[in-house]
């Protein structure tokens, strides 16, 4: 395959210096011969990173708005660096945003999954509580719309999932898996036809066009300095346990199936939160475990090799203690031993090995407001 440049194509990348507390770019060089990456720094005219082949990152992950963890740095991909990169590649490739209404666990775990069987990869993902304002700007093209009124009082003060989508056409691809905004319209098969009831209450909502779903992104997952004013996350640090889906279960496209075992296990998701942990910090969590565990090194890697989804969970019934009752339903750590124990817990159905366990949860009944409080407050500083 001729690259752009003969034999490798290029990217435009972006990493949030915290210690500069600067945005770095970079010419990001991808070579399909090899596998190998090499970067530029444009500020510095100079080579910041010679050819190098990093685990896990092929040819695949570059898309506009992916992130690539190369050697303990998130990469964000901003935009091709040439018209040859953008012409071969992923020219159909769009990002979009979808928002999932107000709806039961199990039900919103079945549209995820419906759109990892369309090819719509989830990139970024969080729950969030609707202001006025937000619906106002999400809903922009509606105003003027009979049903503007009713979406407002439905959705003021309610908890959604934002979701931005990646995949070939996504825009229109997401609107035809969606149907008809009247769920008694729409095409069987489609996720309004199955779970929709009327136009206000037809499960989602997606942009309209490649335009909107950038501005919708950038309005649902502002940048750090507005995390704490807008669409916050909605942790409520109380009786709950962790929950991590972990980076091999998200690409596996479990994540959907995940939250249907977890409703019906008798469970809520309060806070949800999909993040990149860097290897520093997935070692700082997984601290406790280093010279007990000798799968540690390998859990640090897993944690901090993709995008994985921290969840707050609180049992269902009050009088119960959720991290221990939460327990029993993740299962033992080692999933072979989990399909002969607890064949019906999280690890049994979705995990590999004892690395690639798919779920972590908090062990002790003290650590689970503090898991959370690590993963919904301090990580997202």
Known sequence: MEGAYGDKFSFIGEWYDNQASLVRRFNVFFYPTDDTIEMYDLKNRKTFLRRVKVNGVNLDNFYIGSTLQILGRLIKIVDFACEATRTQLHKDMQVTFAMIK???????GKILTHFYEQGLKITKMKKALLT???????????????????????????????????????????????GNQDPLKAEPGTIRALYGTDPVRNCAHVSSSP???????????????????????????????LCI????AIREGKL???????????FNVTALNMLIVENINAAEFYEVYKGIVQEYKGMVEELSSGPCVAMEIVAKDKNVNTV?????LVGPSDPEIA?????????????KTKVQNAIHCSDLAEDGSLEVEYFFKILDL
């Open 211 to 241: 335009e909107d779903a950038l501005e919708d992104i950038d309005y649902f997952f502002p940048p750090p300095a507005l995390r704490s004013v807008r669409l916050r996350l909605t942790a409520t640090l109380s009786n709950c346990t």
């Open 339 to 351: 399909r002969f124990l607890r064949p019906h817990s999280l690890r049994a159905k979705f995990g």
């Open 245 to 248: 889906v972990k980076p091999h």
């Open 132 to 178: 006025a304002d937000d619906i106002n700007f999400l809903y922009r093209k509606l105003v003027t719309d009979p049903t503007f009124a009713f979406l407002l009082d439905y959705l003021t003060g309610q908890q959604v999932y934002g979701l931005e989508l990646v995949g070939k056409d996504s825009v229109s691809a997401c609107i035809k898996v969606l």
């Open 102 to 108: 107000p709806l039961p666990t199990k039900m919103a």
């Open 256 to 266: 959907g199936a995940v939250l249907e075992v977890i409703d019906d296990g008798g």
């Open 324 to 328: 221990v009752e939460f327990r029993k």
